[in-house]
């Protein structure tokens, strides 16, 4: 993924959870902190995926290919990353401006 986009991207996503927090009159260094976390936990996935696609859902290992531990490793940041909007109350919302090159 490239870094521009990437950080791009992320800057649309803090910013919606953040709209999303104030709309709902949420307030508090907590939910704040929550956010930051789940932005990390973004910046995460995104490196999983990275390696997933350059290494392949199978590795060398000591007694032949394994699976990639990327993979299981993606499962649970995902699952995290859906109980901390969860806790918020947080939903994902639609793309507005129309830019597909996103998705």
């Known amino acids: 993924m490239a870094k521009k986009k990437s950080q791009a991207q992320r800057k649309r996503i803090e910013a919606d959870l ?13 939910f704040l902190d929550l956010i930051q976390d789940y932005l990390s936990m973004w910046d ?20 032949g ?7 299981g490793d993606l499962n649970k940041t995902n699952a995290q990353m859906l109980k901390i909007l969860s806790e918020l109350g947080l939903k994902a919302s639609p793309n507005d401006d129309g830019d597909e090159d996103d998705w």
Request: aromatic fraction near 0%; hydrophobic fraction near 30%; glycine fraction near 10%.
């Open 18 to 30: 953040l709209n999303q927090l104030k709309e709902r009159d949420i307030g508090g260094e907590h």
């Open 44 to 63: 995460l996935k995104n490196k999983l995926i990275d390696d997933i696609e350059e290494e392949g859902t199978k590795i060398a290992g000591m007694h």
């Open 65 to 71: 290919p394994k699976s990639n531990p990327a993979i």
